[in-house]
C-alpha cells in the first residue's frame, strides 16, 4: 500500500525558527506556492491513478490549506478530503511560540536534555509529548488505513512515519530534515520511503 506523505507549506514561524507544535498558525505565500507546487508534482506522478487514493488532514489550519492548494493544483474539488486528529503535530508544551535560543536563555539544561535523546524528550507543559508518545497515534493511524492515501501533516508525523516504516533509528529519525516542498512516498509493504 502507498501512502503519499505532505508536510504542511512554511509558515512565519517555520521561518522564524519557532516551535509551532499544536498552535494553529496559518501559511506564508511561500507555504501556499509549497502547496500549489506538490500538487502539481503529485498530478505528474499519479496521472490517472489519482482516484484511488484517499485524502487526509491534519485538522489545524495550516495543513487544510495545504491540503486544499494541493487538491486545487490537481484539479481537483479543494474541499474533498478528511480529517484525522493523529495527524496533529506533537505538542511542544510550553514551549511553543518560542524559539529554542529562547528557550536555552531560560532552560539551557532542558535543551541540552532534548539534544542528547531528542526522540524520548518531553518538553514541559501538561500536555506535551515527545516523538515517541507521537508514534503511538501515528502507528494507530498508519494501521487503520485500508488502501493507497495522499496524507498532509506536520514534520514530527512524518518523523514518526521514518521510524514506524523505514525502522530507523530514534536519534535518525528526530533529527532528519522534513522539507515543506518535498512528496515523501511511503510504501508500507515494503518498508521503504522516497522523495520527490
Same mark, same amino acid.
Given at each position: ?15 522564524? /525558527?519557532? &516551535? ?6 496559518? &501559511?506564508?505565500?511561500?507555504?501556499? @506556492? %509549497? ?8 498530478? %505528474? ?13 491534519? #485538522?489545524?489550519?495550516?495543513? !487544510? ?12 474539488? #479543494? ?17 511553543? /511560540? ?5 528557550? /536555552? ?5 532542558? &535543551?541540552?536534555?532534548?539534544?542528547? %535523546? ?31 492515501? $495522499?496524507? +498532509?501533516?506536520?514534520?514530527? +508525523?512524518?518523523? @514518526?512515519?521514518?521510524?514506524? +516504516? ?13 522539507? %515543506?516542498?518535498?512528496?515523501? !512516498? $511511503? ?10
Amino acid at each position: 500500500m502507498l501512502i503519499y506523505m505532505i508536510r504542511h507549506g512554511q509558515t512565519d514561524w517555520n521561518a522564524e /525558527g519557532r &516551535l509551532q507544535g499544536q498552535k494553529d498558525i496559518a &501559511l506564508n505565500d511561500l507555504g501556499r @506556492s %509549497q502547496a500549489a507546487r506538490n500538487g502539481e508534482t503529485l498530478l %505528474q506522478i499519479l496521472g490517472s491513478d489519482v482516484p484511488a487514493y484517499r485524502f487526509v488532514s491534519s #485538522p489545524l489550519s495550516r495543513t !487544510r490549506e495545504t491540503m486544499e492548494r494541493l487538491r486545487a493544483a490537481m484539479g481537483l474539488e #479543494p474541499t474533498g478530503y478528511l480529517t484525522d486528529e493523529r495527524l496533529v503535530e506533537l505538542s511542544f508544551g510550553d514551549w511553543e /511560540g518560542h524559539t529554542l535560543e529562547e528557550v /536555552g536563555i531560560v532552560a539551557p539544561d532542558r &535543551l541540552q536534555a532534548r539534544a542528547d %535523546q531528542k526522540w524520548n524528550f518531553i518538553p514541559p507543559g501538561a500536555a506535551a509529548e515527545s516523538y515517541e508518545i507521537l508514534s503511538w497515534r501515528v502507528g494507530a493511524w498508519l494501521r487503520s488505513l485500508s488502501g493507497p492515501t $495522499i496524507c +498532509v501533516t506536520h514534520g514530527g +508525523v512524518v518523523r @514518526s512515519a521514518f521510524r514506524l +516504516v523505514a525502522n530507523l533509528s530514534e536519534h535518525e529519525a528526530a533529527t532528519m530534515t522534513v522539507p %515543506q516542498d518535498k512528496l515523501l !512516498r $511511503i510504501d508500507l509493504g515494503a518498508g521503504t520511503l522516497e522523495w520527490f
